[in-house]
């Protein structure tokens, strides 16, 4: 997501950054899946909302450009830090719907919905690729941006749809999370996140890494982890609230998925490739 012109703001950093040797043993220090050192990757524990607010000041201040509804993510950085473009660009009485019941939020109900802005970070889970181009797609009219209660097994959409050149919210649908496009892999990004035990079984024999050069802050450097060596590097990962956008109609299910964590005002990126063989959801890949 664009943010150039809010640099000034001091977003916090979440994402850790997680260098390795190319030397093919690595040493082993533990792994934080679960531990009470990831609560900051959880947006609901984030209760840092100066800069936040900070943001939002600057936001209302500065007139969204026109061009920002030619992509969704420049439309959608103004909307989430911005009250004021929220009642604008939201449909009012708005759709609520869940468990097969429609519910209607009025203006004077709704409250300021920062999504992840108070994590610094969001989260995108592709089958591939090619949809991770998506994000600068200009065709795609429609997205959802999803809330994703892992912990609690359900997951609230924010559905956003570009009418006549204009990006608008205009309903929220919470639903099972065993009726994501994603269930079998959440499921299973669930433990990951949360048992230790399952988690180093859960890496496939050679796991390819690629990431920053410690040394060269222009060079990249690539190795490989396993099984028992994983721990070592294993990034924290959030295990009860995390975010997805989901842009256009992506294929449900499928058997690959890329876990992506961007920062939104950092450039910090980190990727997780996963595949599912014989219905067993391995790691086999981790960029940096």
């Known amino acids: 997501m664009r943010a150039d012109i809010y640099s000034e703001v001091k977003m916090k950093k979440i994402l850790p950054i997680f260098f390795v040797s190319t030397a093919i043993i690595f040493s082993c220090t533990g792994n934080k899946a679960g531990s009470q050192n990831d609560v900051p990757a959880d947006s609901d524990s984030i209760n840092d909302t100066a800069s936040v607010d900070t943001m939002e000041i600057l936001i209302s201040e500065t007139p969204m450009p026109k061009a920002a509804d030619e992509l969704f993510d420049d439309f959608f950085f103004n909307y989430a830090a911005n009250r004021k473009l929220q009642l604008k660009r939201t449909v009012w009485p708005l759709p609520s719907i869940s468990g097969g019941k429609t ?6 109900e709704w409250k300021t919905e920062h999504f992840f802005m108070h994590q610094g970070y969001y989260t995108l889970i592709v089958n591939n690729e090619r949809e991770l181009r998506a994000v600068k797609d200009t065709a795609i009219n429609e997205v959802r941006v999803e809330k994703i209660y892992l912990s609690k097994h359900y997951v609230k959409q924010f559905v956003f749809n570009r009418n ?3 990006w608008m919210l205009d309903s929220i649908v919470s639903k099972s999370l065993a009726h994501s496009i994603n269930a079998s892999f959440l499921k299973f990004y669930h433990r990951f996140a949360t048992d230790t035990a399952f988690q180093c079984r859960s890496v496939s024999e050679i796991v390819q890494f690629s990431g920053p050069d410690p040394d060269d802050d222009f060079s990249t450097m690539e190795g ?3 099984p028992e060596t994983w721990p070592a590097f294993a990034p924290e990962l959030p295990s009860h609230t995390m975010y997805n956008v989901i842009y256009g109609h992506p294929k449900q299910g499928g058997n690959n998925k890329i876990l992506v964590f961007r920062g939104i005002s950092n450039g910090l990126e980190m990727e997780l490739t996963f595949k599912r063989k014989g219905g067993k959801w391995l790691l086999t890949k981790l960029s940096e």
């Open 103 to 108: 519910t209607e939020i009025s203006k004077d």
């Open 224 to 226: 490989v982890l396993t």
């Open 164 to 166: 006549n050149g204009l």
